[in-house]
């Protein structure tokens, strides 16, 4: 019978104090947001060993998908002295993978590959080496 007094009682609430506006982010903080956000990708293979009956129908695929040399399997997030840290399912992706260890791939575009074997960041904390502009 409580539950009953509660549920308008929340709803109120609610509807009352909207979190949503407390949500957003203060503009000056977004851009180190940003430059903190990292994509983990691996290397795509240079030729595929198998062979098909007939063409693949690849133009199906986003551009940027079909082009880039590169497999997004996830985000990392940087925290200061090439320390990284990402879910541990992101990294299970590279683990004894034949796209080798996992890398890092910043908004601008700059690759910094991992300083272990994929084993080492299944923990979901790993150390990168410097960036290298593309």
């Not at 079909?66 to 990284?84: M, P």
């Not at 299970?92 to 074997?117: E, K, N, T």
Request: with cysteine.
């Amino acid at each position: 019978m409580t539950h009953y007094f509660w549920r308008p009682l929340f709803c109120l609430f609610v509807v009352a104090f909207p979190l949503s506006s407390h949500a957003a982010l203060a503009l000056e903080l977004q851009p180190g947001i940003r430059a903190a956000t990292f994509e983990v990708v691996l290397k795509k293979p240079v030729a595929d060993p198998l062979t098909y009956e007939k063409a693949l129908p690849f133009d199906l695929m986003p551009f940027i998908e079909r082009n880039d040399e590169y497999r997004s399997i996830g985000t990392a997030f940087g925290l200061g002295q090439n320390r990284y840290v990402s879910a541990a399912h992101v990294f299970a992706l590279a683990i004894d993978s034949q796209f080798g260890a996992p890398a890092l791939r910043s908004a601008s575009g700059g690759m910094s590959s991992s300083a272990h074997s994929s084993d080492a960041c299944v923990c979901g904390s790993c150390r990168f080496g410097p960036f290298q502009s593309s």
